[in-house]
C-alpha cells in the first residue's frame, strides 16, 4: 500500500513536466491506476480487521474524491486532444 500510495504523488508530479498532452495523460492515468490499487489494498485492510481502531473509511474518501477529480481531468484532456 505505500508503494502504490506514494506512488500516485510521484506520477503526478512527473505529469507536470509532460512534455506533450499525451503524455501529460499518460502519466495521470498512471496515478488512476495507483490510486485504484491503493484502494483495494484499504479496503482489503478494513475488513481483515487487523489494524483495529484505524478508520479507514475517511482514507478510502479521500482516494474516491482523488479519483474523480483525476478522471474527470484526463477526460477533458482526452476531449480537447479530439
Known amino acids: 500500500m505505500l508503494r502504490s500510495g506514494t506512488s500516485v504523488g510521484a506520477q503526478y508530479r512527473e505529469g507536470k513536466r509532460a ?3 499525451a503524455d501529460l ?4 492515468e498512471g496515478s488512476l491506476q495507483e ?3 491503493t484502494d483495494y489494498w484499504l479496503e482489503l485492510l478494513d ?5 483495529r481502531g ?3 473509511q ?3 474518501n479521500e482516494t474516491q474524491e482523488l479519483i474523480a477529480i483525476l478522471t474527470s481531468i484526463v477526460i477533458k484532456l482526452k476531449r480537447r486532444g479530439k
Open 35 to 37: 490510486l485504484d490499487e
Open 47 to 51: 475488513r481483515s480487521n487487523c489494524l
Open 58 to 60: 475517511h482514507v478510502k
Open 25 to 28: 495523460i499518460s502519466k495521470l
Open 54 to 56: 484505524i478508520d479507514f
Open 19 to 21: 512534455k506533450s498532452t
